[in-house]
C-alpha cells in the first residue's frame, strides 16, 4: 500500500545534542509537510516543499531545519533541542496538483515522538 | 487569517448513542474543511472533508457534516456510536500557507477526545 512512513516512532534525545527525523512516501505526491503536535494541543505547521521549494512559517523557530533531497524522502533537523521542542512530530503529504491546492487532502505519517533529556 | 474553535475538549457518549462533535470556523475566503480522527500515538486520518457542492458530506465509517456557511459550522455526527470511535478528533480549514504559498497549510481545531461507554 502507498504510505507515508517516519523514522523512527521514538526518538529520545539530550539538551542540546543535533537529532533528526526522517519522513518517506511512496505517493509519488508533490508536497511535503512537517508538524509539531506538542501534549494535548492541536498540530501546528512548521514548514512545507512543493517539489524542492522550500517554505517556512514565519513563526517556526531557526532551531528547526528541513531538507528534501528527493521525491520521496524529507528530515526534519533540531539543531539544538530544548525541553520545549518534546513532541509528537507529524509528516505529511499531499498531491499539489489539484485546483485550488488548498483542496488537497494531506495523508499523514503516524508521527515521531520526541523526548528530549 | 483563519482559525477553528472546537466546542468541547470532551465528549462522552453511550454506544449506539447520537456522535455530535461541534465546529466552527472563521475564514476571509471560501474555507475547506476537513475533519480527521487521531487513534492514540497514530497520525491523523482524513474522515471527510469539504470542498465546493453539496453542503452534506459523507466520510468513512459511518460520519457526515454539514456544511452551514450562516452558522460558519461544519459540526461532525454519527447516528450511532461503536466502540473503535474512542479516539481525538480534530476539525480543520486550509488555506494559504503563512508564506504566502498556496499548498494547503491546514489550521487545525484543539481537537475533541471521544469516548465511547458500553
Known amino acids: 500500500d502507498a504510505m507515508v512512513i517516519q523514522n523512527p516512532r521514538y526518538q529520545v534525545t539530550q539538551f542540546g545534542k543535533p537529532v533528526t527525523l526522517s519522513c518517506s512516501q511512496t505517493l509519488n505526491h508533490n508536497v511535503m509537510y512537517w508538524y509539531q503536535q506538542k501534549s494535548s494541543q492541536a498540530p501546528k505547521l512548521l514548514f512545507h516543499y512543493y517539489d524542492k521549494d522550500f517554505n517556512n512559517e514565519a513563526d517556526t523557530p531557526d532551531n528547526f531545519q528541513s531538507r528534501r533531497p528527493n521525491t520521496s524522502f524529507c528530515f526534519l533537523d533540531i539543531r539544538s533541542p530544548g525541553l520545549g521542542d518534546a513532541a509528537m512530530y507529524l509528516c505529511?503529504?499531499?498531491?499539489?496538483?489539484?485546483?485550488?491546492?488548498?483542496?488537497?487532502?494531506?495523508?499523514f505519517g503516524p508521527g515521531t515522538r520526541l523526548t528530549v533529556l | 487569517a483563519q482559525s477553528v474553535t472546537q466546542l468541547g475538549s470532551h465528549v462522552s457518549v453511550s454506544e449506539g448513542a447520537l456522535v455530535l462533535l461541534r465546529c466552527n470556523y472563521s475564514s476571509s475566503v471560501p474555507p475547506y474543511l476537513f475533519w480527521y480522527v487521531q487513534y492514540p500515538n497514530q497520525g491523523l486520518q482524513l474522515l471527510l472533508k469539504y470542498t465546493t457542492g453539496a453542503t452534506l458530506v459523507k466520510g468513512i465509517n459511518g460520519f457526515e457534516a454539514e456544511f452551514k456557511k450562516s452558522e460558519t459550522s461544519f459540526h461532525l455526527t454519527k447516528p450511532s456510536a461503536h466502540m473503535s470511535d474512542a479516539a481525538e478528533y480534530f476539525c480543520?480549514?486550509?488555506?494559504?500557507?503563512?508564506?504566502?504559498?498556496?499548498?494547503?497549510?491546514?489550521?487545525f481545531g484543539q481537537g475533541t477526545i471521544l469516548t465511547v461507554h458500553p
Open positions: 505529511a503529504t499531499s498531491i499539489g496538483t489539484s485546483n485550488p491546492p488548498s483542496t488537497d487532502t494531506q495523508y
Open positions: 480543520a480549514v486550509s488555506g494559504p500557507s503563512a508564506g504566502g504559498t498556496s499548498y494547503g497549510k491546514l489550521t
